[in-house]
């Protein structure tokens, strides 16, 4: 609660968070099945490495890292989009970043609503991967009008989520009883419905151009398709899924296994088929498949030349592989991905010397103790050197296309890797969305300057 009377955004995003995995764990069972896997594998990890213990207790992650990480939802329309970018602000998200998966066959364009300061990240990591269907790469003329005509007609928000949003952003906040009430309505937009909004014609009209156009068209709202916990060893929790009845997708995406974790990696298990109802049936006699899980292993947030030293090493690998990723070259890929990124440094000591990481700075005991000595170290390495100031890397808050272009991949069937012949078109989004989305390599250097601001001031130093 802050002075006004109003409830921290970030509370209110964590509170969200934890109503939305409580929602998700009793629509889709498996999903809570992949969370006490996770739970214990991270118990093992922490228990076999005391290093990785320290390094999750100096950046206060170990107490973030139970805490639900990310969701996804697919929405339909410009107004949609907006909407939902209100939304999110009440609870303290803002867009960050352009994904454009278009080229990789998914006829949507994306940001991620998520906290942009390392203190309210620290309280909920909570992010949804938004995607906005881009209509107009439906070639077939009256199909595109159908799919604009039903999405006219839906509303996502229940009444009273659009007046509380209203009344947030008219007061500048919500005090604790509209925040509860915040939470249980906002809920809706996301929950899953049996009954589809077309008949079973028209769905097999949209599914046919694609599942996922299917997907964000025929149903009331949209529907959050997967949540995703954090893992520290994602290889082992791939490896245990199978033992534990959930089928997980052919490959890890994202960089190979490293002692340093960099970005993202990622997997997730197949899909659902749920029951339907179509319009003009008496029962769920239809199918459609659109749920999953995920889970992700989060590493240090890359610099630019770290980012486009990871993309050419992953372009790298692909091309060696000549092919989509697959189950019968998944290992064959894992190895080419190993190889090619020998060339990216595996030590956080290298990776800050080459800029190729963003760091989180600490002043150590030793640090605070030489305060007062005149001869004590001044600059930031020399101070690393003696002792005075610890680093930690950045852990990165965001998502990789060509990893996205592979998890939505893996959940519509193989035949959708066909490319999109359009250009990616930020403008287009940021008019749809009513702002512009965050530079998400500005928000890490922002975090990064703060840091060595707080160290300076904590050695009293000038700068550092
Ligand atoms: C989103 C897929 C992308 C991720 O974590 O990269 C994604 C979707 O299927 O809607 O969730
Ligand atoms: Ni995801």
Avoid at 268 to 277: C, G
Avoid at 307 to 332: H, I, K, S, T, V
Wanted: negative net charge; hydrophobic residues 40%.
């Amino acid at each position: 609660m802050n002075a006004s009377g109003f409830v921290d955004p970030s509370q209110i995003r964590a509170q969200f968070s934890s109503a939305m995995s409580a929602m998700y764990r009793a629509e889709v069972p498996l999903y809570g099945d992949l969370l006490d896997l996770v739970a214990d594998t991270n118990a093992q990890a922490l228990a076999g490495s005391a290093a990785l213990k320290q390094q999750l207790e100096w950046t206060g992650e170990i107490e973030r890292l139970a805490m639900e990480r990310h969701g996804a939802i697919r929405v339909g329309t410009a107004a949609e989009l907006s909407t939902i970018r209100r939304l999110f602000a009440a609870m303290g998200m803002q867009p960050v970043g352009y994904y454009d998966l278009s080229s990789a066959g998914v006829p949507v364009h994306s940001t991620a609503f998520r906290a942009v300061h390392e203190a309210e990240l620290q309280v909920s990591p909570f992010r949804v991967f938004t995607s906005l269907l881009r209509l107009e790469l439906i070639e077939d003329q009256a199909l595109r009008t159908l799919a604009a005509e039903i999405l006219a007609k839906r509303d996502i928000f229940t009444p009273r989520a659009r007046a509380l949003i209203e009344q947030c952003e008219a007061q500048g906040g919500l005090n604790a009883a509209d925040a509860d009430e915040f939470v249980k309505e906002a809920l809706e937009t996301f929950r899953w419905h049996t009954q589809a909004t077309v008949t079973a014609a028209e769905y097999d009209r949209l599914h046919g151009q694609h599942r996922l156009i299917a997907d964000v068209v025929a149903f009331k709202g949209p529907h959050i398709n997967h949540l995703t916990p954090r893992t520290l060893d994602i290889d082992e929790v791939q490896a245990a899924m199978p033992k534990r009845g959930i089928t997980p997708k052919a490959v890890v995406e994202g960089p190979p296994r490293r002692q340093c974790p960099i970005l993202l990696r990622q997997t997730s298990f197949k899909a659902l088929q749920e029951r339907v109802a179509f319009v003009g049936q008496s029962d769920a006699t239809g199918s459609h498949t659109a749920r999953f899980g995920e889970i992700e292993q989060r590493g240090a947030a890359l610099t630019p030349s770290g980012r486009a030293l990871y993309d050419r090493l992953l372009n790298d690998a692909r091309e060696d592989l000549g092919e989509f990723p697959n189950e019968a070259n998944a290992q064959r890929y894992a190895d080419l991905l190993e190889q090619r990124f020998e060339a990216f440094p595996d030590s956080y000591p290298a990776m800050r010397r080459e800029g190729l990481a963003y760091f989180r700075y600490f002043v150590t005991e030793a640090g605070k103790v030489a305060r007062q000595d005149q001869a004590r170290p001044r600059s930031l390495d020399a101070l690393i050197d003696a002792g005075h100031v610890h680093f930690e890397p950045l852990v990165y808050e965001d998502f990789l296309p060509v990893s996205a272009a592979g998890i939505f991949q893996s959940n519509l069937g193989d035949d959708a890797q066909v490319s999109y012949d359009a250009t990616s078109n930020q403008q287009a989004f940021h008019a749809a969305l009513g702002a512009t989305v965050h530079d998400e390599l500005a928000l890490y250097a922002e975090t990064q300057c703060r840091s060595l601001a707080e160290c300076a001031r904590e050695l009293g130093l000038d700068s550092l």
